[in-house]
């Protein structure tokens, strides 16, 4: 993994003496940029969970847009409208197929062609829960090497702080392109939840930050194009930070509740009764749930960015550093919970017939990163268990050992010895528990019964 600059806020030697453009506002930065002549008003590189829906987004509000992916597998899927939307991106995906001003491409040369640019590439940990930079590296190395004078280059995806500097302001620099002067550099982070249609894009406000003032208005300028507010804060700094602070918020939280379902259980009490309770008071508390671990693109990674970069400054975070092994640890006290289960039962794990039931992160989507039921399933495996799952959303999954499973159609009928409860969607059918030997229940919302134990 290359290392930071040493010092991310300098300009490259010849530069620093160019005082970037002061700021005219969010009208004056979008006349500028209307007044530019481009093929394509927004070009998004990485077209997953996050660029897709936004370039759809974009494009629903009129603007001409270009989706780039580096997989020509990903944009089959999207060009035989397969891709996991929601059913409103589903329709505008149908529509912008036909809409001669929507573009697909996997060639990267055709940056130069667009007014903004805005990069939605994943930015994933390793095994080891460091960061894993090379996908957002290499998408901005393109970037910067087919920038054009007038553009606006913005990135999306969660990142350490001073990343917009480090990956795209200072080697456009280099390239004698002055952020502020020449193109326009910002950060916004990407608000969008997988599978959960409660808000659409339009209504999730939006945070920026520029490199500059009027890379701030430049920036505010696209947005609001597709959003109903945006807030715009004094640099892409903080946008980036306040990224880090959401998602590890959630984690700390999620922990907590973690932990309060252990101390529950020590009690002898439900603690969804608790949490339930407690989530009637009006102000104060805000709820989270216990559950098998987290998954996801953001719980998971993001605050391990922070931690990451803490580690340079010799700065430690003790809350985030206990929330985050917790997590981590948590599919493994789902796998030591089944091994206790069978053994009150009289059976040890190796031989046992283990169904998974739900292995997408979360309930209605088809996603599988970083889902918790993955290190469950390969433990399991690891210590002899015969393992299957159930999934109408996920048809395979890895079995952690270089192969692969592939989801049962019938699971009431494979003869279970213990079923964990993983992930239930909203359609799915959860009568045939109460005829299985023994039931984990991981979500803590089963009806309870003789053969259901909570994790």
Same mark, same amino acid.
């Given at each position: ?14 530069? $620093? ?9 969010? @009208?004056?930065?979008? &006349? ?5 002549? !481009?093929? !394509? ?26 989706? =780039? ?23 505008? =995906? ?19 062609? #667009? ?19 090379? %996908? ?18 913005? =990135? ?30 910002? !950060?916004? /982070? ?21 490199? &500059? ?15 109903? =507010? ?17 998602? &590890?918020?959630?984690?700390?939280? %999620? ?19 608790? %949490?339930? $309770? ?6 104060? !508390?805000? /709820? ?24 340079? #400054? ?18 493994? @006290? ?47 495996? $690891? ?36 079923? %964990?409860?993983? &992930? ?32």
């Amino acid at each position: 993994m290359a290392p930071l600059l040493e010092d991310a806020h300098e300009w490259p030697e010849g530069a $620093a003496q160019v005082q970037p453009q002061e700021s005219g506002g969010a @009208q004056a930065a979008e &006349t500028a940029l209307q007044d530019l002549t !481009f093929t !394509f008003d927004v070009a998004i590189v990485g077209l997953g969970y996050v660029g897709l829906p936004t370039a759809l987004a974009v494009n629903a509000s009129g603007r001409r847009v270009l989706g =780039l992916d580096v997989s020509e597998a990903r944009l089959a899927v999207i060009r035989s409208q397969q891709a996991d939307l929601l059913d409103s991106d589903k329709n505008r =995906l149908s529509n912008a197929l036909e809409d001669p001003s929507f573009m697909i491409s996997t060639d990267l040369s055709l940056l130069a062609r #667009a007014a903004a640019v805005v990069v939605c590439v994943p930015t994933p940990v390793d095994p080891y829960l460091v960061p894993d930079l090379g %996908i957002l590296r290499a998408a901005c190395a393109s970037v910067v090497e087919f920038a054009v004078p007038g553009q606006l280059l913005m =990135l999306t995806s969660t990142t350490y702080v001073g990343s917009t500097r480090d990956l795209l302001a200072v080697p456009l620099a280099a390239k004698g392109l002055i952020p502020g002067r020449d193109v326009y550099v910002a !950060f916004s /982070p990407e608000r969008i939840n997988p599978g959960v249609d409660a808000f659409s894009h339009e209504d999730v406000p939006r945070v920026v930050g520029g490199v &500059t003032p009027a890379c701030g208005d430049a920036a505010e300028a696209l947005l609001r194009a597709s959003t109903k =507010l945006v807030h715009v804060v004094p640099s892409a700094d903080v946008a980036e930070m306040t990224k880090l602070v959401e998602n &590890t918020f959630r984690a700390v939280n %999620i922990a907590l509740a973690n932990e309060f379902a252990d101390i529950c259980h020590q009690l002898g009490m439900e603690v969804m009764d608790v %949490i339930d $309770a407690a989530s009637t008071k009006p102000y104060g !508390f805000m /709820p989270f749930t216990p559950g098998p671990g987290v998954g996801g693109h953001c719980i998971p990674c993001d605050p391990h960015y922070l931690l990451w970069q803490l580690r340079k #400054a010799r700065m430690t975070a003790p809350v985030i550093e206990h929330a985050m092994a917790g997590i981590a640890g948590r599919p493994h @006290q789902v796998v030591d919970k089944a091994r206790r289960i069978l053994s009150d039962r009289n059976h040890g794990i190796a031989g046992a017939r283990v169904l998974v039931l739900g292995v997408a992160y979360k309930p209605d989507v088809e996603d599988l990163r970083e889902s918790p039921a993955l290190e469950i399933i390969s433990e399991l495996i $690891a210590d002899g268990a015969v393992v299957a799952y159930h999934d109408p959303w996920c048809p395979t999954a890895p079995d952690g050992a270089g192969g692969e499973l592939a989801s049962l159609e019938e699971p009431a009928a494979w003869d279970s010895d213990l079923v %964990i409860l993983h &992930t239930r969607h909203s359609a799915m059918d959860v009568a045939w528990l109460q005829d299985v030997p023994a039931v984990l229940d991981t979500t803590y919302r089963l009806a309870a019964g003789p053969n259901v134990t909570r994790l």
